[in-house]
């Protein structure tokens, strides 16, 4: 499976963006897709995850409410849609795939997009 992540870019606080992950390969059947990111100095983290097939979603508590993950079949694609976006969401975010029967291992991963909040 290859991850493609797009969609980054430099927004003023109180925007929006919307990331794409695209799957080449295979398709995400029996697989959750989440997007995580990675500020400067800090460690990667959790932002949101779908499962492609029941469309069940997570999120982390700072970004529920603000962010919506969906996922487009046809297309086979995840996005993120990121609104009241702030300084603090600055990162580099990426998107990766992980089995359903074996969470927790993150096997799949695309490059990263940079996203930066302007205040």
């Known amino acids: 499976v290859q991850l493609q992540a797009s969609g980054g870019g430099l927004v003023q606080a109180g925007g929006s963006l919307r990331l794409s992950c695209a799957a080449s390969?295979?398709?995400?059947?029996?697989?959750?897709v989440g997007w995580f990111r990675q500020a400067p100095g800090k460690e990667r983290e959790f932002v949101a995850s779908?499962?492609?097939?029941?469309?069940?979603?997570e999120y982390v508590d700072s970004v529920r409410g603000r962010f919506t993950i969906s996922r487009d079949k046809f297309k086979n694609t995840v996005y993120l849609q990121m609104d009241s976006l702030k300084p603090e969401d600055t990162a580099i975010y990426y998107c990766?795939?992980?089995?359903?029967?074996?969470?927790?291992?993150?096997?799949?991963w695309g490059q990263g997009t940079q996203v930066t909040v302007s205040s």
């Open positions: 390969g295979r398709t995400f059947n029996l697989y959750d």
């Open positions: 990766g795939a992980q089995p359903t029967w074996d969470r927790g291992n993150y096997r799949y």
């Open positions: 779908i499962n492609w097939s029941r469309g069940s979603t």
